[in-house]
Nanobody, 120 residues
Framework: QVQLVESGGGLVQPGGSLRLSCAASGIIFAIYEMGWYRQAPGKQRELVATINSGGSTNYADSVKGRFTISRDNAKNTVYLQMNSLKPEDTAVYYC??????????????WGQGTQVTVSS
């Protein structure tokens, strides 16, 4: 069974930085796209950033120039470096990965989320 576990969330002041990690575990044949999504109180979940197996990235306009997504394929881990954080970045951040196993091909898996709070 595949599981995704996020870590690195917390409370920071505006202008501060955080680094989120998401590690996939289980019997995995391949991981394709990985990404980060977030959901603020009273709002729908939105895409933050994605990275494919070749390292190509996409970002939401609201985080371009401030956030950087990366991955370590040997560790089945995706990271999100968040700099110049703003109060509007406050949300629960979720990891998603498209994964192939012996049972399914290219299925999306979600982590349980990690809270990021930006406040002075």
């Amino acid at each position: 069974q595949v599981q995704l576990v996020e870590s690195g969330g917390g409370l920071v002041q505006p202008g501060g930085s955080l680094r989120l990690s998401c590690a996939a575990s289980g019997i995995i044949f391949a991981i394709y796209e990985m990404g980060w999504y977030r959901q603020a109180p009273g709002k729908q979940r939105e895409l933050v950033a994605t990275i494919n197996s070749g390292g190509s990235t996409n970002y939401a306009d609201s985080v371009k120039g401030r956030f950087t997504i990366s991955r370590d394929n040997a560790k089945n881990t995706v990271y999100l470096q968040m700099n110049s954080l703003k109060p509007e970045d406050t949300a629960v951040y979720y990891c998603k990965a498209k994964i192939s196993t012996s049972q399914t091909i290219g299925r999306d898996y979600w982590g349980q989320g990690t809270q990021v709070t930006v406040s002075s």
